[in-house]
T-cell receptor, first 113, second 115 residues
Framework: ETGVTQTPRHLVMGMTNKKSLKCEQH?????MYWYKQSAKKPLELMFV???????ENNSVPSRFSPECPNSSHLFLHLHTLQPEDSALYLC????????????FGSGTRLTVV | AQSVSQHNHHVILSEAASLELGCNYS??????LFWYVQYPGQHLQLLLK??????LVKGIKGFEAEFIKSKFSFNLRKPSVQWSDTAEYFC?????????????FGKGTKLSVIP
């Protein structure tokens, strides 16, 4: 257990479905992130939240919609996804003091059919 | 575009062999550097990090990395690998800039250690 918990671990959804990924951390970190991990590609930063405010959005399609209600919880709302969106979605958190680096969750393996 | 490059996609070694995984970055200025490891079926874990000071950094499980500023490199090394080191290794850079929380990752290097 890393201290960053992601649910569900696996998700299969159709292209017309709406689903949400959840991330929770109780490490006292103030920044949270969504990354996409696809085979043979670098980890892609999707969104950054710092003290609940979104500070980065790396040109992510609008079919991905993040939500950060407080500094411990982060959601990724999904709708009308495409098969190429199938990937491992990783949540991470970090402290304002960056010396601690990131703590990653175990990820949600998403398959879009 | 500024990036992080890991030269080897897949490295295969026998146990007790020495390991060196290359990482180069293209950012100018002061950067923070990291190596992460992902064991099969597990989450990404921090292996070691460099912020300042001694350019030779020691991490967990006998790994070390050397920051060579003139070469924009941060190579990962281990003198004698074990079967349990089989994993994927990711180099990451925290680009320069006050308040930046981003980590930019390389594509990763898969290490397979043969018993």
């Amino acid at each position: 257990e890393t201290g960053v918990t992601q649910t569900p671990r696996h998700l299969v959804m159709g292209m017309t479905n709406k689903k949400s990924l959840k991330c929770e951390q109780h490490l006292g970190h103030n920044a949270m992130y969504w990354y996409k991990q696809s085979a043979k590609k670098p980890l892609e930063l999707m969104f950054v939240y710092n003290f609940k405010e979104q500070t980065e959005n790396n040109s992510v399609p609008s079919r991905f919609s993040p939500e950060c209600p407080n500094s411990s919880h982060l959601f990724l709302h999904l709708h009308t996804l495409q098969p190429e969106d199938s990937a491992l979605y990783l949540c991470a958190s970090s402290s304002r003091d960056r010396n601690y680096g990131y703590t990653f969750g175990s990820g949600t393996r998403l398959t879009v059919v | 575009a500024q990036s992080v490059s890991q030269h080897n996609h897949h490295v295969i070694l026998s146990e007790a062999a020495s390991l060196e995984l290359g990482c180069n970055y293209s950012y100018g200025g002061t950067v923070n550097l990291f190596w992460y490891v992902q064991y099969p079926g597990q989450h990404l874990q921090l292996l070691l990090k460099y912020f300042s000071g001694d350019p030779l950094v020691k991490g967990i499980k006998g790994f070390e990395a050397e920051f060579i500023k003139s070469k924009f490199s941060f190579n990962l090394r281990k003198p004698s690998v074990q079967w349990s080191d089989t994993a994927e290794y990711f180099c990451a850079v925290n680009p320069p800039g006050a308040g930046s929380y981003q980590l930019t990752f390389g594509k990763g290097t898969k290490l397979s250690v043969i018993p």
